[in-house]
């Protein structure tokens, strides 16, 4: 849980956002992997690229996975590893 | 179009020896190799059509299929079909069997000649991502640029001349759906089988286990050639936004599988009804042919009757099959994944082993094959142990069977289902209670581990092609009479011959006093708490070699007792079956292990015997005893 721990590095925000904190059809810019280096190679090469533009898509029922389109392609991910995604 | 632009010049080398003359010649292979979605089995369709080997799994590419590939000049190239990969870094088992091929590694496979290298060119920046890994291999390569259609209809555009400059390989745009540019695969093929080396890319290939980088170089390349991305899959939002709505996701969801089963019962009656006519007559006809009495039963009780039996659920098994590639090939069993994950979550499972457990429903042994997507060594191995629950087409046989004879055909909830499909339903049903029940107990128990992940791409809703759909159905159709032809023909005739034997006064004896009946009563101890009779008995001891077996050796079997005004299958059963029996038969075919094929793709998945062996006890033991239950219940009720 690197999440709160990264603090004031954006200066609208007073701590880094994540993936799952992103409205629906909400945009945001991709920073870093915050994931084991198997998972993190797996969605780099789906598209999640640090740099990268991430908006936020439709969801399963219940909210969870949800759908994100990356890169002119739509993945669906747990909030467990959405919440790992940390936006610029 | 100078699609061949990097074409080398030497490419018309020496044509290899005709067939038949001194050495054989040598088969020249070629790899299809792609990101999942980018359409590598239409291409792969496309370019064999009817010339591949019977594979005995549909669709979903797991392992390689092979195809023969007819050119001019009669030369034959064979294609391999690898799985979908992202990258060439063999993590998943799907990205080792695609390595292993490229660089040569795979037994019985010798390294591929060239490589087609197939790319959505609607989403060309990204897939662009594995032609870094491809190109460096040095094999002849192609670079395919698919869905150049929609590309087209949704306003992107890209320079292939230059792209093909860039890279050092030839670039072909087509669109392998609709059969638009596929002859500049056609030239390749002729072309770089024969040995030639590529050029070297304009553009310095980046370090390629590197994303970022290789991500990067694609996107120079992609701005060096003028692409321009198309605009937003249009359709797929406006579908998604229906298919994945929070109500009407999971209804649609519902009211899909109730169509299909309502259709499995209904709509492929008369087809089933004619093949029957079919059977009887060409059954008499033949009869009258044969002088011979003992010639006769044998040809027309034996192997008529018996592989008849189970040839007419060959509509059946084949509507099940298009339903089931109608929902892969459009996209929307990656929904349907998408909409499963958190029940399957629960039970310790993810959203990707929806997608083999519902393969499962048309066969066991190519679902445990598309298991090999799954990341997670343990959820695969769950999966793999749990697909064989899902009720597979060679159960369909001895169901329908079963219901057709004990269920009235009554209507239900208005009409929309009839009672029949309400028992079929509920059995599809109990094997999925008992595949998820088992994977949680397996998922806390030895199969222990952490909350896995569940990555998966939604590809674009496209309309499946008849011509993939018409294949994978003529694939069916062959493994299923294949079947029919040689294991079941093999066992019908050996029912026969032990029907028949010993000779009393050199005439056969009636069946109570054969060598089948002396088998069956030796085994009806063991069978008679669960409600069957020594018949049944014997169709369960021939069922082990395949499901549908059973109904076989039970035509053969009644087929013999029968006189002139034999009664149908159905009929005869009733009169020897009570019904606690026939509910008990229904669930031990549920959830017995009685499949030769699944056993071998079991031991060969998971390496041993130790799983195949655990997976046969438990499902057999556990069909054992809920039969016996069923039985006690259903006879104390009624």
């Given at each position: 849980m690197q999440?709160?721990?990264r603090k004031?590095?954006?200066?609208?925000?007073?701590?880094?956002?994540?993936?799952?904190?992103?409205?629906?059809?909400?945009a945001?810019?991709?920073?870093?992997?915050?994931?084991?280096?198997?998972?993190a190679?797996r969605?780099m090469?789906?598209?999640?690229?640090?740099?990268?533009?991430?908006t936020r898509?439709l969801?399963?029922?219940g909210?969870?996975?949800?759908?994100?389109?990356v890169?002119?392609?739509e993945?669906a991910?747990?909030?467990?590893?959405?919440?790992?995604?940390?936006l610029? | 179009m100078?699609?061949?632009h990097g074409?080398?010049?030497?490419?018309i080398?020496?044509l290899?020896?005709?067939?038949?003359?001194?050495?054989p010649?040598r088969r020249?292979i070629v790899?299809?190799v792609?990101?999942?979605?980018s359409?590598?089995s239409?291409?792969?369709?496309r370019?064999t059509?009817?010339?591949?080997k019977?594979?005995?799994f549909?669709?979903v590419?797991?392992?390689?299929r092979m195809?023969?590939?007819?050119?001019?000049?009669?030369r034959?190239?064979?294609?391999?079909d690898?799985?979908?990969?992202?990258?060439?870094?063999?993590?998943?088992?799907?990205?080792?069997?695609?390595?292993d091929?490229l660089?040569?590694?795979?037994?019985?496979i010798?390294?591929?000649?060239?490589v087609l290298?197939i790319?959505?060119?609607t989403?060309l920046s990204?897939?662009?991502?594995?032609?870094?890994?491809?190109l460096?291999?040095g094999?002849?390569?192609l670079?395919?640029?698919?869905?150049?259609?929609d590309?087209?209809?949704?306003?992107?555009?890209?320079?292939v001349?230059e792209?093909a400059?860039?890279?050092?390989?030839p670039v072909a745009?087509?669109?392998?759906a609709k059969?638009?540019g596929?002859e500049?695969?056609?030239?390749?093929?002729s072309?770089?089988t024969?040995?030639?080396?590529?050029?070297?890319?304009?553009?310095?290939?980046?370090?390629?286990?590197?994303i970022?980088?290789?991500r990067?170089?694609?996107?120079?390349?992609g701005?060096k050639?003028?692409?321009?991305?198309?605009?937003p899959?249009?359709?797929t939002r406006?579908?998604?936004?229906?298919?994945?709505?929070?109500?009407?996701?999971p209804l649609?969801?519902?009211?899909?599988?109730l169509?299909?089963?309502?259709?499995?019962?209904?709509?492929?009656?008369?087809?089933?009804d004619a093949?029957?006519?079919?059977?009887?007559h060409?059954g008499?006809?033949l009869?009258?042919?044969l002088p011979n009495?003992?010639l006769?039963?044998?040809?027309?009780d034996?192997i008529?009757?018996?592989v008849?039996?189970?040839v007419?659920?060959?509509?059946q098994?084949?509507l099940l099959?298009?339903?089931?590639g109608?929902?892969?090939?459009?996209?929307?069993l990656?929904?349907?994944?998408?909409?499963?994950?958190?029940?399957?979550?629960?039970?310790?499972?993810?959203?990707?082993?929806?997608?083999?457990?519902?393969?499962?429903y048309?066969?066991?042994v190519?679902?445990i094959?598309?298991?090999?997507?799954?990341?997670?060594?343990r959820?695969?191995?769950a999966?793999?142990?749990?697909a064989?629950?899902?009720?597979?087409?060679?159960r369909?046989?001895?169901?329908?069977?079963i219901i057709?004879a004990f269920?009235p055909?009554?209507?239900?909830?208005g009409g929309?289902?009839?009672?029949?499909?309400?028992?079929?339903?509920?059995?599809?049903?109990l094997?999925?209670?008992?595949?998820?029940?088992?994977a949680?107990?397996?998922?806390?128990?030895?199969?222990?581990?952490?909350?896995?992940?569940?990555?998966?791409?939604?590809p674009p809703y496209?309309?499946?092609?008849?011509?993939?759909?018409?294949?994978?159905l003529?694939?069916?159709?062959?493994?299923?009479?294949?079947?029919?032809?040689?294991?079941?023909l093999?066992?019908?005739i050996?029912i026969?011959?032990?029907?028949?034997?010993?000779?009393n006064?050199g005439?056969?004896?009636?069946?109570?006093?054969?060598?089948?009946a002396?088998?069956?009563?030796?085994?009806?101890?063991?069978i008679?708490?669960?409600?069957?009779?020594w018949?049944?008995?014997i169709?369960?001891?021939?069922?082990?070699?395949a499901r549908?077996?059973m109904?076989s050796s039970?035509?053969?079997?009644?087929g013999i007792?029968?006189?002139?005004?034999?009664?149908?299958?159905?009929?005869?059963?009733?009169q020897d079956?009570?019904?606690g029996?026939a509910?008990?038969?229904l669930?031990?075919?549920?959830?017995?292990?009685q499949c030769?094929?699944?056993?071998a793709?079991?031991?060969?998945?998971t390496?041993?015997w130790?799983?195949?062996?655990?997976?046969?006890?438990?499902?057999?033991?556990?069909?054992?005893v809920?039969a016996?239950?069923?039985?006690?219940?259903?006879?104390?009720?009624?």
């Open positions: 999440v709160s721990v004031n590095t954006s200066s609208k925000n007073d701590r880094a956002k994540n993936l799952t904190e992103l409205k629906p059809g909400e945001g810019v991709l920073e870093k992997l915050d994931l084991p280096d198997d998972d190679q969605l090469e789906m598209g999640f690229i640090p740099g990268h533009s991430v898509g969801s399963a029922p909210g969870d996975p949800r759908v994100f389109r890169d002119g392609s993945v991910l747990r909030r467990e590893t959405a919440r790992r995604l940390i610029k | 100078g699609d061949c074409c080398p010049a030497n490419s080398a020496t290899p020896p005709p067939p038949g003359f001194g050495a010649p020249h790899a299809i792609g990101p999942p979605n359409g590598k239409t291409l792969f369709n370019l059509g009817l010339r591949q019977v594979a005995n549909p669709g590419t797991v392992e390689h195809g023969r590939v007819k050119l001019e000049q009669g034959d190239v064979y294609v391999v690898l799985p979908g990969v992202y990258s060439l870094t063999p993590r998943t088992e799907d990205e080792r069997v695609t390595h091929v660089s040569g590694k795979m037994k019985d010798p390294r591929p000649d060239a290298l790319l959505d060119s989403n990204r897939h662009l991502v594995l032609a870094a890994p491809v460096s291999l094999l002849p390569t670079v395919i640029l698919n869905m150049a259609d590309l087209k209809s949704r306003g992107g555009e890209l320079n001349p792209l400059m860039q890279l050092g390989s745009l087509i669109s392998a059969g638009i596929t500049k695969i056609f030239q390749f093929l072309g770089a024969l040995g030639a080396a590529p050029t070297a890319p304009l553009i310095q290939l980046p370090v390629i286990q590197d970022p980088k290789c990067a170089w694609a996107t120079t390349i701005n050639t003028g692409y321009h991305a198309p605009a899959p249009l359709w406006r579908l998604d936004a229906f298919f994945l709505h929070p109500v009407a996701g649609v969801f519902l009211f899909v599988v169509a299909v089963f309502q259709t499995i019962f209904k709509g492929a009656k008369p087809l089933m093949i029957d006519e079919a059977i009887k060409s008499h006809w009869g009258q042919l009495e003992a006769r039963s044998l040809v027309v034996g008529w009757k018996g008849g039996s189970v007419i659920f060959l509509p098994i084949l099959f298009l339903f089931i109608v929902l892969e090939d459009s996209g929307y990656a929904r349907a994944a998408l909409i499963a994950d958190r029940t399957m979550a629960r039970f310790g499972l993810q959203g990707k082993s929806f997608i083999p457990l519902l393969s499962a048309a066969c066991a190519p679902a094959m598309a298991t090999r997507t799954i990341e997670s060594k959820d695969r191995i999966t793999i142990l749990i064989p629950f899902m009720t597979c087409s060679a369909l046989p001895v169901y329908i069977l057709g269920i055909d009554r209507n239900l909830v929309f289902l009839g009672m029949q499909a309400a028992a079929m339903l509920g059995l599809y049903i094997g999925f209670v008992a595949a998820m029940l088992t949680r107990l397996l998922k806390s128990t030895v199969l222990k581990s952490r909350r896995s992940s569940f990555m998966l791409e939604m496209r309309w499946p092609t008849v011509r993939s759909l018409a294949l994978r003529v694939d069916r159709s062959k493994v299923f009479l294949y079947r029919a032809g040689t294991v079941i093999g066992v019908a050996a026969w011959v032990l029907s028949n034997l010993p000779l006064h005439k056969p004896p009636a069946i109570e006093h054969s060598i089948t002396g088998i069956g009563h030796l085994v009806e101890p063991a008679k708490p669960l409600g069957f009779n018949k049944i008995g169709g369960l001891i021939t069922s082990l070699a549908e077996t109904v039970l035509g053969t079997i009644y007792e029968g006189d002139e005004h034999s009664p149908g299958l159905q009929q005869a059963l009733r079956l009570t019904l029996g509910v008990g038969l669930v031990f075919f549920a959830f017995a292990m030769m094929s699944t056993t793709v079991v031991r060969r998945e390496g041993g130790f799983w195949p062996a655990v997976q046969f006890a438990y499902m057999t033991g556990l069909a054992y809920c016996f239950i069923a039985n006690r219940i259903v006879t104390y009720w009624s």
